[in-house]
């Protein structure tokens, strides 16, 4: 079946520091791949996507390139903030007949001034 | 502006009692989705529907049950059945193009047992 496997929080850093969270995949075909992001008590909102290999999705600074030869979606940003502490999961959508989504569980990232 | 709206933000339910959770979205999306989340815990699928008066059971259904009368409405409801309810209930909706456009969530109903 399919799995996202996401590297285990929490991630902790001072402001400005460079951001990397590791998201590998296992699926058949070519999924579509996505990061959410969720601010605390709230629910999740796409930060970017990915709909086909080398593709790179960015929005906000941050980044994640489509690797089809490593299975993976690494989630980066040069600069993080203070804001962008929150939780991050990183999704795929398979190819073919099933529309329901897969999620990893999540990674929580805290920024300190 | 398009969204998924949750109600309400919290909900407090008695031992013994059922409630129900509402979520309705005006995105003309075609699938709807409901999610639990425990702390520190990812997403578990409880129920999926992809047209209206059609659903099926997700991953953890067992004590909850949901209607798709209407394309815009997906209401759960979480019976005297689920033994261990209190968490945080995400309800989602996707286009039938969601490997393009991906899935909108709304902003949460938080369950606690008194």
């Known amino acids: 079946g399919n799995s996202v496997t996401q590297m285990e929080g929490p991630v902790t850093l001072s402001e400005e520091a460079f951001l990397t969270i590791n998201c590998t995949y296992t699926?058949?075909?070519?999924?579509?791949l996505f990061w959410y992001v969720q601010y605390p008590g709230e629910g999740l909102q796409l930060l970017l996507k990915?709909?086909?290999?080398?593709d790179k999705g960015s929005n906000k600074g941050f980044e994640a390139t489509y690797r089809k030869e490593t299975t993976s979606f690494h989630l980066e940003k040069g600069s993080v903030q203070v804001p962008d502490s929150a939780v991050y999961f990183c999704a795929l959508r398979a190819s073919g007949g099933s529309y329901i989504p897969t999620f990893g569980r999540g990674t929580s990232l805290i920024v300190h001034p | 502006d398009g969204g998924i709206t949750q109600s309400p933000k919290y909900l407090f339910r008695k031992e013994g009692q059922n409630v129900t959770l509402s979520c309705e979205q005006n995105?003309?999306?075609?699938?709807m989705y409901w999610y639990r989340q425990d702390p520190g815990q990812g997403l578990r699928l409880i129920y999926y529907s992809q047209i209206v008066n059609d659903f099926q059971k997700g991953d953890i259904a067992e004590g909850y049950s949901v209607s798709r009368e209407k394309k815009e409405s997906f209401p759960l409801t979480v019976t005297s059945a689920q033994k261990n309810p209190t968490a945080f209930y995400l309800c989602?909706?996707?286009?039938?193009?969601?490997?393009?456009?991906?899935?909108?969530f709304g902003s949460g109903t938080r369950l606690t047992v008194v």
């Open positions: 990915a709909t086909k290999a080398d």
């Open positions: 995105l003309n999306h075609d699938a």
């Open positions: 699926a058949t075909g070519y999924p579509s």
């Open positions: 989602a909706s996707s286009h039938w193009d969601s490997h393009n456009y991906g899935y909108t």
